[in-house]
């Protein structure tokens, strides 16, 4: 229909007018051009958003039409696809929101995607190292920007897979290492040999 959708070699253009409907069919498009301009349109429902997530986070993260659908539903994203909330939670560009909805979900793939994103606050950090899913607190362990108190409670987890990505940081002091050399894990125990025997390794101060 003339000003709503146009073509352009052989593929349909959206336009500022492009109705829901329309691009309700549009999302079913062969073309991923066309799906992901889809994702991107403030006119698209938010059922089609949640089916084009997965495949398109960052442009429903950029999509200008978010704000005012999360304005009229607080709860957007809740009862979207697991698939979907885990693309857009692990996008570089996923805001605060989104990742405390992804964190709150039960599936433990959700909280532990927000564990690993690259802009999350101490406040995050601390709250996931307390998670009850071992995945979740062992990616937190893992983190390069990890503060030192939380490095040290972790470092005691009582999830071997926690330790275990504790000792496999780059960066563990020579306390670190004494405490893992002492870890009932013989797993751990190896992994903390294997780091004390890192070149470098200030091995002085405890």
């Known amino acids: 229909m003339a000003g709503e959708t146009q073509q352009a070699a052989g593929l349909p253009v959206l336009t500022p007018r492009t109705p829901a409907a329309e691009l309700a069919n549009l999302s079913l498009h062969p073309a991923r051009e066309v799906r992901a301009a889809v994702a991107a ?3 698209t429902a938010p ?3 949640s089916t084009l997530a997965a495949r398109f986070p960052g442009e429903v993260l950029g999509n200008p039409g978010l704000p005012l659908l999360r304005l009229a539903n607080p709860h957007l994203l809740r009862d979207w696809p697991a698939p979907a ?3 857009l939670a692990a996008h570089p560009e996923a805001p605060a929101w989104v990742r405390r909805l992804a964190a709150a979900r039960p599936e433990p793939e959700l ?3 927000v564990a690993q994103h690259p802009n999350l606050t101490p406040a ?3 709250m996931l190292s307390r998670h009850s899913a071992w995945l979740v607190r062992a990616r937190i362990a893992a983190r390069p920007d990890l503060s030192r108190a939380l490095l040290e409670t972790l470092r ?10 504790v000792a ?4 563990l002091t020579a306390a670190d290492l004494h405490a893992l050399l002492a870890d009932p894990s ?3 125990r190896q992994a903390a040999h294997q780091a004390k025997l890192r070149p470098g390794k200030p091995l002085g101060n405890k």
């Open 41 to 43: 349109h403030p006119n």
């Open 47 to 49: 059922f089609v958003l």
């Open 168 to 171: 496999s940081r780059p960066d």
């Open 124 to 126: 995050e950090m601390e």
């Open 156 to 165: 005691g987890d009582p999830d071997y897979g926690v330790r275990l990505a």
């Open 186 to 188: 013989r797993l751990i």
């Open 85 to 87: 909330l885990h693309a």
């Open 111 to 113: 909280p532990a995607a």
